[in-house]
């Protein structure tokens, strides 16, 4: 069984968490171009490594960032988005 750390419940099955996709800074929808704007939306790099993502913990209804290496599916970090941890993860996985 897969697991997932949900920073509020701790470990908990995998089939409790949906995906809400790659977390990217957003520009400033009033400043922004069109251009800037719809690359925001539509495209995304897909190169593997390490990203940070969106994950919803369904029975407590939490959001939250997990740091995976999408290449081995290793999840090195999950955090709330308010609490974000003091070090780097790309860092300590060097």
Known sequence: MK???CPI?????????????????M???????????????????????IKKEWWYHSPSGTWFI???NTL???VLATYLYSNPPATNVKEQSA
Do not use: C, M, Q
Request: proline letters at 8%; glycine letters at 8%; charged letters at 30%.
């Open 72 to 74: 081995t599916d290793e």
């Open 27 to 49: 520009p400033n929808p009033d400043t922004s171009s069109d251009l800037e704007w719809a690359s925001y939306v539509h495209y995304r790099d897909n190169a593997p490594g």
């Open 66 to 68: 997990a740091e995976r």
């Open 9 to 25: 419940n701790g470990t908990r099955p995998l089939s409790e968490f949906i995906f809400g996709g790659e977390w990217r800074d």
């Open 3 to 5: 697991l997932l750390k």
